[in-house]
């Protein structure tokens, strides 16, 4: 489990767990689903996936200009979260608990760098 | 910078093209305050980290029991972490190993993993933090990251061999980088980028550092305020680069400084060795090496008395930054940029560098006075480079801008090289392939 921490830019940075998201619980089974974050990109940029799925973002180990995982607008009852900003070899995991909308984005690079998940029940 | 590797195509250069001279008007995306400056007096104390004896082992520990005003002093040794100062409540916190001589006080990122393996020191949204005589090498991102914070100090530092940036600054206001060194890194060893835009600007200073053994020497996507001065910048792939990316935000580059420096031996072909692993974007992006300094876009920046000097493909060198998607690349043109009464080539012509200046002429308002010169510039008609002042556009020339793209596109880097002799300085050996048994240069 990473904990989020104060890393996002302004209002973006509310970090820690929240009431609809958790972090990843180590031993439960989960179906995951990995996201590449790289120099632009989230890939993919849109997802579909089922409630409490563990989405894993993960920096390749080549690395390059840093990034990081924040949530900019969720549904209802779920609080923002953040990563840290990472450039290489590293991960950043949340279950997806409440079925919706989530946004994401890179603060760092926000107009290049967007992301939509849409959790179904 | 990582230019996205959009490729170069004839469309690309036809949209370019397409928009030669004229600035448009548009607006900035909205200012994200990274923070206001340190108001009350320092609370001060004094927390001492060292390896025996001390109450602090480990730097991180001494930071989480810091207070705002804190310093924060380490003992000689080498540290196995990434140190994190993250809040508000470190405001000012002064973290000091060996300032004289920063090699005694070592931040390791070599074996780390996760988070700490990341940067020597990460600053986020704490204002007016000093980071003072330490040496961070091997981190996966950076040596020392600031980032979010109104003022920042870092100073007599060596940056070695890190992913990304030596020196980075992101998204701050103010701040000091001076007496320090950066080398063999991935990208830039020094690195200023997403100035939020001030009202009042507070002034960035890069003073008496020496970069060398870097992709880049300095690179600033979207800096402001920002004066570079009383350095040296070496045996980089390039030296100086200021440029206008859509990856951050608040483009262009603008009212920046590059005065009074050296800028020399730039022609470190990183692609046929190099110390650190190249990455695909490295290799992917098409950067002229062998340059000494680039405007790549960008406005009202002054370039003047530097002394440049052997670098092989082109001395000083400034085009729009035509890659911009086509709603951005006004923001890319070059306006109102001054290169004044620089020193190209060493006295009696030795030296030389193989083209002392380029420009296409693209963009408005940018002239050029009392620069020294001994090699031909391209255009060789010099119709580009207009006297100074100026203010209205200048004259386009396309074919100076293919001869760049030329240069750029060149797999083997050095093909348009025009390679002379160098005239030895004592401490310090050429850069071109590197091996491993190349000397770390002894700058005096």
Redesign the interface.
């Known amino acids: 489990m990473?904990k989020a921490?104060?890393?996002g830019?302004?209002a973006l940075?509310a970090a820690g767990l929240t009431l609809g998201v958790a972090p990843a619980q180590a031993g439960k089974t989960s179906v995951k689903r990995t996201v590449e974050v790289g120099?632009?990109y989230f890939s993919p940029a849109k997802m579909t996936v089922k409630k409490d799925t563990i989405v894993v973002w993960r920096w390749p180990a080549?690395?390059?200009?840093?990034h990081d995982v924040v949530l900019r607008k969720g549904p209802s009852g779920v609080k923002k979260f953040a990563s840290?900003?990472?450039?290489?070899?590293?991960v950043y995991r949340k279950r997806l608990r409440v079925p919706g909308t989530y946004r994401i984005i890179c603060s760092?690079?926000?107009?290049?760098m967007r992301q939509t998940i849409v959790v179904r029940r | 910078m990582?230019i996205?590797r959009r490729p170069l195509t004839a469309v690309a250069l036809a949209t370019a093209l397409a928009f030669p001279a004229t600035a448009l008007a548009a607006d900035y995306?909205p200012a994200?305050?990274p923070g206001k400056g340190p108001k009350n007096a320092p609370k001060g104390g004094t927390l001492k980290v060292c390896k025996k004896g001390c109450k602090y082992k480990k730097i991180q520990a001494a930071v989480d029991a810091a207070g705002k005003g804190t310093t924060i002093r380490v003992g000689k040794g080498t540290y196995k972490e990434g140190v994190r100062i993250?809040?508000p409540k470190k405001d000012r916190v002064n973290l000091i190993g060996d300032p004289k001589n920063p090699d005694n006080v070592i931040l390791e990122g070599k074996g780390l993993r996760?988070?700490p393996?990341?940067?020597g020191v990460?600053v986020?949204?704490a204002d007016g933090v000093t980071v003072n005589g330490f040496h961070a090498r091997n981190y996966?991102?950076?040596g020392v990251?600031v980032?979010?914070a109104d003022g920042y100090k870092l100073t007599n530092l060596v940056a070695e061999k890190v992913?990304?940036y030596g020196l980075y600054a992101?998204?701050s206001k103010g701040g000091e980088m001076s007496n320090s060194e950066a080398f063999y890194n991935?990208d830039s060893g020094f690195y200023v980028g997403?100035t939020p835009p001030q009202a009042k600007p507070k002034r960035t200073t890069l003073k008496n550092l020496v970069a060398w053994g870097n992709v880049l020497g300095y690179s600033g996507t979207n800096s402001r305020y920002v004066t570079i001065t009383k350095s040296k910048f070496f045996n980089n792939g390039l030296g100086i680069v200021p440029n206008v990316l859509?990856?951050?935000?608040f483009m262009p580059h603008e009212d920046n400084a590059i005065v009074d420096n050296d800028v020399f031996w730039n022609n470190f072909n990183y692609y046929a060795a190099a110390p650190f692993?190249l990455?695909?974007?490295a290799t992917g992006v098409p950067y002229p090496i062998g340059t000494g300094i680039l405007l790549f876009g960008g406005r009202t920046t002054r370039v003047e008395n530097n002394r440049i000097w052997g670098n092989w493909l082109v001395g000083h060198g400034q085009v729009s930054q035509f890659l911009l998607k086509e709603e951005n690349l006004s923001f890319g043109l070059l306006e109102g940029n001054q290169v004044r009464a620089n020193s190209f080539g060493l006295e009696g012509g030795a030296d030389k560098n193989g083209r002392d200046m380029f420009y296409d002429g693209s963009g408005s308002a940018n002239c050029f006075e009392n620069n020294s010169l001994q090699s031909p510039n391209t255009p060789t008609d010099n119709s580009t480079f207009a006297a100074c002042p100026k203010s209205d556009g200048n004259a386009f020339n396309e074919g100076a801008r293919n001869e760049a793209l030329s240069w750029a596109l060149d797999d083997t880097h050095e093909k348009f090289w025009v390679k002379g002799e160098h005239k030895p300085i004592d401490g310090i050996t050429p850069l071109e392939h590197w091996t491993a048994d190349y000397p770390r240069p002894e700058v005096k």
């Open positions: 990473r921490r104060n890393i830019l302004a940075c120099d632009y080549g690395g390059g200009d840093g840290d900003v990472f450039f290489a070899d590293e760092l690079h926000p107009d290049q | 990582r996205a995306p994200n305050d993250l809040s996760g988070g393996a990341q940067n990460l986020n949204n996966k991102g950076n990251f980032v979010n992913g990304v992101f998204n991935n997403q859509e990856s951050e935000k692993a990455r695909k974007e």
